[in-house]
């Protein structure tokens, strides 16, 4: 494969938020992906925007919509951003994509054949009576993608250290 079809492990996130596990997660993927030799892809899914509330808003007058939606925007742009200075503070050569879920079929698309496989943390859900699986696991699966679900990042954390003790 050339430089810009190097295979891919991609890192699938869920929150705007870094969380110690996810900051873990990262951590480990880097490792991964240079025993595999391959790149490493952050996907930031987002859930749908505040700024679809303001497109709909039938009241507000077309200047209150439109600064509504410049300014949720903008908070979303800060957030992705902060999310992105971080990512890459833990690890400089990875690229981060800030996608809705609705777009991550074509983001797949785009990628296929590339993608060894894909990490993400396991969601823990308030109520396990009514827990399924986050949608994004139908897409993966859809596009046969293997994905490796961590479910407790202690034992990588303490592999981490060891390796890098700091």
């Given at each position: 494969m050339s430089k810009t079809q190097d295979p891919l492990l991609l890192v699938v996130l869920t929150s705007p938020e870094l969380s110690q596990k996810e900051s873990t997660l990262i951590k480990f993927a880097?490792?991964?992906?240079?025993?595999?030799?391959?790149?490493?892809?952050?996907?930031n899914l987002r859930s749908s925007s505040l700024a679809h509330y303001g497109e709909v808003d039938t009241l507000a007058s077309f200047k209150?919509?439109?600064?509504f939606i410049s300014y949720v925007r903008d908070?979303?742009?800060?957030e992705e951003e902060k999310l992105d200075q971080k990512l890459h503070h833990i690890c400089p050569e990875v690229r981060v994509n800030f996608l809705k879920k609705d777009e991550l079929e074509q983001f797949l698309h785009v990628k296929k054949g590339?993608?060894?496989?894909?990490?993400?943390i396991y969601q823990k859900i308030k109520f396990p009576i009514f827990s399924k699986r986050p949608s994004f696991f139908k897409i993966l699966e859809k596009n046969n993608i293997n994905v490796l679900e961590i479910r407790d990042t202690s034992p990588i954390e303490k592999h981490i250290q060891a390796i890098n003790p700091t």
């Open positions: 880097h490792r991964l992906s240079r025993g595999l030799g391959a790149k490493i892809e952050i996907v209150d919509k439109n600064a908070l979303e742009r800060d590339r993608i060894l496989f894909a990490i993400t």
